[in-house]
């Protein structure tokens, strides 16, 4: 079955960096495109970051546009959420979700990880 | 950018219906996905394109979208359908409705 398994939030302090990662299993992961959407405490969705299958395309949020990116090792079957100079509003849930088509994107997501905390604060 | 309005909460009695809008520019133009998240889980797709189901999700769960507005409509519903409500669309990049938490009284 069809799994998304995130790791590395934490607690960090305003301005440092953190990395995320989401491990993949039960799929062609080299198929799917895989995107990072957040939740902040007691808030709603907000979409983070796509990355196609094969790594060619790559889009932000203008809310983490220049500070955030997204990178994906097809070999390891895992997704990276690299995190620079953070702000507090970065405190989210994030979740990593594969776009539900293949080869393509949709830009809607079929599966979702359980998510990692990420608390940014001094 | 674009935006996408849904009311902050919807009231229904068990086996009666329950409608959720969401509302945007145009929206009939554009797919409109629906998400259902219960407290402390993660969001589950429970439609797509509109109208389409995903395997797994039971027939009560239906869309629709047209004009400047998409909604989902769940038939019969149960307890175990309270929980969050998003809708989600794209246009230029990928936007989230507010959410609407659905209440089965």
């Known amino acids: 079955q069809v799994q998304l398994v995130e790791s590395g939030g934490g607690v960090v302090q305003p301005g440092r960096s953190l990395r995320l990662s989401c491990a993949a299993s039960?799929?062609?992961?080299?198929?799917?495109?895989i995107h990072w959407v957040r939740q902040g405490p007691g808030k709603g969705l907000e979409w983070v970051a796509v990355?196609?299958?094969?790594?060619?395309?790559?889009d932000y949020a203008d809310s983490v546009k220049g500070r955030f990116t997204i990178s994906r090792d097809n070999s390891k079957n895992t997704l990276y959420l690299q995190m620079s100079s953070l702000r507090t509003e970065d405190t989210a849930v994030y979740y990593c979700?594969?776009?539900?088509?293949?080869?393509?994107?949709?830009?809607?997501?079929?599966?979702w990880g359980q998510g990692t905390v990420v608390t940014v604060s001094s | 950018s674009y935006e996408l309005t849904q009311p902050p909460s919807v009231s229904v009695s068990p086996g009666q219906t329950a409608s959720i809008t969401c509302s945007g520019d145009?929206?009939?133009?554009?797919?409109a996905s629906w998400y259902q998240q219960r407290p402390g889980q993660s969001p589950v797709l429970v439609i797509y394109q509109d109208t389409k189901r995903p395997s797994g999700i039971p027939e009560r769960f239906s869309g629709s979208n047209s004009g400047n507005t998409a909604t989902l409509t769940l038939s019969g519903t149960q307890a175990m359908d309270e929980a969050d409500y998003y809708c989600?669309?794209?246009?230029?990049?990928?936007?989230f409705g507010g959410g609407t938490k659905l209440t089965v009284l």
């Open positions: 979700a594969r776009d539900r088509c293949s080869s393509t994107s949709c830009y809607d997501f079929d599966y």
């Open positions: 989600q669309a794209w246009d230029s990049s990928v936007v």
């Open positions: 039960g799929f062609t992961f080299s198929s799917y495109g």
């Open positions: 990355i196609w299958y094969d790594g060619s395309n790559k």
């Open positions: 145009r929206l009939g133009d554009k797919y």
